[in-house]
C-alpha cells in the first residue's frame, strides 16, 4: 500500500472549515483514498473515501488532485466534536484488505 | 445491531500471564482484524482473518494466537503475557465481498502488562 504523510497537528476555530492535507504521491492505480477519525481514544470511525473524483457525504468532503498525489478532507463547519486525530489511508479496494494506519493529524477545535 | 463488541473493556496481567481477548459483530461480516494501538502512535495490525476458517499474519503477529471461532467471533490470546504488549487492542469487522465497505470498530480493550 502507498505510504501516507499527514501533518502531525492543526488547530481550527469553531464554525470554520477544517481543511485536512494528505500526501500520496506513490499512489497506485487501483488504490482509494479512505479518511477515518479517532474521537479520544474511541475506535476509529470511517469519514469517506474517493477514488479520483471529489466526494461529498453528511460528514465531510474529500478532494483529490488531478494527478491523484494528494488529497484533502474539509469539515465545512467544525465543531468541539470533531476534535479528533483523522487518519488518510491508501489502499486496493478489495473489500477484505487490511486498511494499514498512520500517525494521523491530531485536529483540535477551539471555541 | 450492537455492531462489533469486546470484552473485558480493561484487563490488568502480571509478566507471563495468559488470557484471551474477546470479539464479536453482528453485522454478518465475512472478515475480522485485531489491531493493536500503543500511546501516541496510530492502530497497528496484529492479526486479521479474511473469511470464516482463515487467519493471516498482520505487521505484529510476534506474542499473539487468534482463533476466528465462528462468523462472528474473532479472539485474541496472549500466552505469556509482556510489558511491551500493554496497549489498547481494537477489534474491527467488514463485510468483506465485492469493492470498497466500511471497516467498524469496537470501543477497545485497554491492557496493562505489569
Known amino acids: 500500500d502507498a505510504k501516507t504523510t499527514q501533518p502531525p497537528s492543526m488547530d481550527c476555530a469553531e464554525g470554520r472549515a477544517a481543511n485536512l492535507p494528505c500526501n500520496h504521491s506513490?499512489?497506485?492505480?487501483?488504490?482509494?483514498v479512505y479518511w477515518y477519525r479517532q474521537i479520544h481514544s474511541q475506535g476509529p470511525q470511517y469519514i469517506i473515501h474517493g477514488l479520483k473524483n471529489n466526494e461529498t457525504n453528511e460528514m465531510a468532503s474529500l478532494i483529490i488532485t488531478e494527478d491523484r498525489k494528494s488529497s484533502t478532507l474539509i469539515l465545512p463547519h467544525a465543531t468541539l466534536r470533531d476534535t479528533a486525530v483523522y487518519y488518510c489511508i491508501v489502499s486496493v479496494s478489495s473489500g477484505n484488505t487490511p486498511l494499514v494506519f498512520g500517525k494521523g493529524t491530531r485536529l483540535s477545535v477551539i471555541a | 445491531n450492537a455492531g462489533v463488541t469486546q470484552t473485558p473493556k480493561f484487563q490488568v496481567l502480571k509478566t507471563g500471564q495468559s488470557m484471551t481477548l474477546q470479539c464479536a459483530q453482528d453485522m454478518n461480516h465475512n472478515s475480522m482484524y485485531w489491531y493493536r494501538q500503543d500511546p501516541g502512535m496510530g492502530l497497528r495490525l496484529i492479526y486479521y482473518s479474511a473469511s470464516e476458517g482463515t487467519t493471516d499474519k498482520g505487521e505484529v503477529p510476534n506474542g499473539y494466537n487468534v482463533s476466528r471461532l465462528n462468523k462472528r467471533e474473532f479472539s485474541l490470546r496472549l500466552e505469556s503475557a509482556a510489558p511491551s504488549q500493554t496497549s489498547v487492542y481494537f477489534c474491527?469487522?467488514?463485510?468483506?465481498?465485492?469493492?470498497?465497505?466500511?471497516?467498524?470498530f469496537g470501543p477497545g480493550t485497554r491492557l496493562t502488562v505489569l
Open positions: 474491527a469487522s467488514r463485510a468483506g465481498t465485492g469493492g470498497y465497505n466500511e471497516q467498524f
Open positions: 506513490t499512489i497506485s492505480g487501483n488504490e482509494y
